[in-house]
T-cell receptor, first 116, second 113 residues
Framework: DTGVSQNPRHKITKRGQNVTFRCDPI?????LYWYRQTLGQGPEFLTY????????KSRLLSDRFSAERPKGSFSTLEIQRTEQGDSAMYLC??????????????FGSGTQLSVL | DQQVKQNSPSLSVQEGRISILNCDYT??????FLWYKKYPAEGPTFLIS?????DKNEDGRFTVFLNKSAKHLSLHIVPSQPGDSAVYFC????????????FGQGTRLTINP
């Protein structure tokens, strides 16, 4: 399977704990995006990387959130001191850069985070 | 502020009939619009798109219409099939820079046999 892979699929944690999610994009894709989806809403943009450089972050991404993409391959999203409001589906997507990226964006199945 | 809106959370259609899903947007800077389809426990998958310079794009059973003056787009599925039952997201973006998608809230389409 050469699609976008996200781990873990589900994460249950207690408020105040730190969590880390991993995304493995399609191997030749240089762009990687993180989105967050809450119940009844569409995905919301969090941040994106071109190769290893993080080029844009949403205002939704508070100081407790940090994302990395060392060596321009896989990416990690860490949430420190989790809060109940962080409970959501975290989606990763990858693409090649260029025109009309939206048509070539491939999403993973997501990591469902539940903060108790 | 909700820049892309799908006002119908759900839609139920008989198999073989036409399904029409609607979407409104507020940002006139958007120049590409897309529809994504999502099955349970899977990520969204790209379905069809339209550039702001066009008013219609067709791909098999799927047609997207864009009315720029009304800032409205719609997805038509004809004929509807049971496998079309899914959540459909409308999305828009500016085709430069981050090219980040702005999604609507989604419409759950159920096709009844």
């Amino acid at each position: 399977d050469t699609g976008v892979s996200q781990n873990p699929r589900h994460k249950i944690t207690k408020r105040g704990q730190n969590v880390t999610f991993r995304c493995d994009p399609i191997s030749e894709h240089n762009r990687l995006y993180w989105y967050r989806q809450t119940l009844g809403q569409g995905p919301e943009f969090l941040t994106y990387f071109q190769n290893e450089a993080q080029l844009e972050k949403s205002r939704l991404l508070s100081d407790r959130f940090s994302a990395e993409r060392p060596k321009g391959s896989f990416s990690t999203l860490e949430i420190q001191r989790t809060e109940q409001g962080d409970s959501a589906m975290y989606l990763c997507a990858s693409s090649l850069s260029g025109a009309r990226v939206g048509e070539k964006l491939f999403f993973g199945s997501g990591t469902q985070l539940s903060v108790l | 502020d909700q820049q892309v809106k799908q006002n119908s959370p759900s839609l139920s259609v008989q198999e073989g009939r036409i399904s029409i899903l609607n979407c409104d947007y507020t940002n006139s800077m958007f120049d590409y619009f897309l529809w994504y389809k999502k099955y349970p426990a899977e990520g969204p998958t790209f379905l069809i798109s339209i550039s702001s310079i066009k008013d219609k794009n067709e791909d098999g059973r799927f047609t997207v219409f864009l009315n720029k003056s009304a800032k409205h787009l719609s997805l038509h599925i004809v004929p509807s099939q049971p496998g079309d039952s899914a959540v459909y997201f409308c999305a828009a973006y500016i085709d430069q820079g981050a090219q980040k998608l702005v999604f609507g809230q989604g419409t759950r389409l159920t096709i009844n046999p």
